[in-house]
């Protein structure tokens, strides 16, 4: 009886798979090669060794001590979907490790797509969410670990302090990219000849992780979608730290209770929601912040009429309704472009006018404080912070050495490589790696007369994902890393399928312009209706421009229903 009916589940199976019905238990027949075996070859070749209880699969997906995020494939099983992916896990040397998310064969065989996700700031571990909500669409995905597991800063200051820095700035990198390539072929046993193509997508350090596998080894990627990316690390530190500075001056610090940065942020958008040019939107998302920042420029710090209705009274009290004449003054120095203090030439990018909010973080001086302590102390190995302007040369200066010495600084030639694709993406709110950074990026790498490049920028997106929940809930979901950061939301984006289409999905977008040569001069961005259900709906979509084009709105201000419409926008 039963070996009866576990001939009619295969015949089922079989009936499925030529039907492509989603049948769960047919798609772990592809499991039968996620073995040691298949892989010893290609270790041996490359060195290195098979991590203890790997290959696994969701039934015993191993949880290595202090590795609770493991647990992706038994999630994924307890759903109900993923269960014939073959999880890997290799040591490549005693402190690099690699994860490859290897789907079924049937479904990979489709595309023969391999995909590279990157990490974030200075954390070690894979990223195994973004493994995941990849290999459910049958990318294998591969994740460094970048040479060490903390999530904290002190790995940096261990006794072999050099080797693991260098191999967070781009050696676990380089190691894993060619070894994954290797491994992927060997469970997959492509026909000679038949192409495999080779992804990447990160945001922030994931983002310049990208640019800068392509200037240690050009072969690496075939395209690559790059998110905010923290390319210009010799500014980033030093900037950090002149934001606390900045904050400590001028009186920019959050103190309890009295929303400072809720209300700079809610004039900017009372200010420019609605009144500046390719802007009458009255959506609280600023669609053009550089004629923003030109309203606020042009009106006095003083008496300014963009500041109306936030003075404080003649002595400068704060209190919970005004902004004190300094912190008008230290927030639009945080706008400016950063000089360096002795000779005023160029030391790191300013923020957008929108990204107040997202700045907050670095704007609290205790927990900033925290962290420039612990980059100087166990990454330039000694005490500097930026807490005068003589110091603050000492850290630039600092911090260019130790890059010398690491090497995890990106440069935007990169991205003119000929046999590269590339969609690069910011959020004009972003308030970690400011999207003027990121615009210098794209304007090095040949701007909008680079073929192989096509860049975004999102009205009203914050740095990567939106840790805040913004009331505003902007669309800027376009398939970027994250989108399982949220408890739920990677079974949106395993559901709805449309989702997964060029049109929607910025990596899907990359891969089509790989395979077909068509680039992407639209996106149509996303937001959900969040935590409502186990099934996350759309809430709204809008069309992104790639530059130099920018998205207008073109019908009845008045109506919510086409501001919601993307059939009412142009690129223009
Ligand atoms: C990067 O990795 C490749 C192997 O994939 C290797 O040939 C090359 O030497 C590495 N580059 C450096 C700078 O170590
Ligand atoms: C700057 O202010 C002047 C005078 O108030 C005005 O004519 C001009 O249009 C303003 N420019 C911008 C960009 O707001
Ligand atoms: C804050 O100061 C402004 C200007 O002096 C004043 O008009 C306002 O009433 C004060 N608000 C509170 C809550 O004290
Ligand atoms: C799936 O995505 C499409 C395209 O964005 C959208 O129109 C549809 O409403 C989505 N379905 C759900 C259930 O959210």
New binding site residues.
Partial sequence: MTSLLVRWVYVLAFLGQVLSMPTIETRQTGLDRCKDVTFSDVIKKFGGQIATGSPYTWQNEPTPVGLDKTKVLNVAGSLGVGRDICGLRVNVTPNIALELYLPNPTKWNANKRILTVGNGAFMGGTSRYDMFSRAMHDYAVMSTNTGHEEWDLSWANKENQDTLQADWAWRAMNSSVGLAKELVKAYYQPAAGSVVRSYYSGCSTGGRQGIRQMEVNPSSFDGMLIGAPAWNVRSAMPVLSRIAWISRTYDLEDRAGTDLHQRLYKNVVDRCDTTTKGDNVPDRIVSNSDDCLAMFKNSSIETGAVWKGYDCDANQTPNTTCITLDQRRGFMLLLDTFLNPSDKTYAGDGFDITSIKDLAVFLDTGSIDGFNDEFSKYFIGKQTKWDSDENGITLLKDTIDWDKKVRANAQGATLKNDKLRTILYTGTADGTVSSIGTRRLFQDAGGSSNANLAYFELPGMPHCTDTTLGAENVPWYIGGVNIASFDGSYK?WM?????QGPA?DALTAVAEWVEKGTKPSTL?A?A?QRGTGS????SR?RPVCASPLKQVFNGDVTKQAEIDDVNKWVCK
């Fill in positions: 949106w559901d709805n399928k449309t989702l929607y149509i996303t959900f099934r996350w709906a759309v979509q």
